[in-house]
């Protein structure tokens, strides 16, 4: 999951490229947080986390933003981690 947000998610989403909705995913505790509209990612709850729907492209906008959708095999190894209940993982450098 980590080399997946490093590759495709931090260049919008990270502390250095100022956090785009005020989400970080280069960072474990930060994605925890979640947006400034709250939580994206829910331990447990697959259908409930909206970074999974936006990745799906159930809710708009699509992301990666203005970029190539994830192929299904890593959007399935997010779902699996979140399925796992969001076990911590060294996110990105």
């Known amino acids: 999951v980590s ?16 956090a785009s909705k005020g989400l970080r995913l280069d960072d474990y505790s930060a994605a925890l947080i979640g947006s400034e509209r709250g939580a994206v990612l829910i331990p447990g709850d697959v259908a409930g986390s909206e970074l999974i729907r936006r990745l799906r492209g159930e809710s ?10 994830l192929p299904d095999n890593q959007i399935c190894l997010i779902e699996s981690w979140v399925a796992a209940g969001l076990p911590e993982i060294v996110v990105a450098d």
């Open 3 to 18: 080399a997946i947000f490093a590759e495709r998610c931090v260049m919008c989403h990270s502390a250095v490229a100022g």
């Open 60 to 69: 708009q906008p699509r992301m990666p933003f203005l970029s190539r959708p």
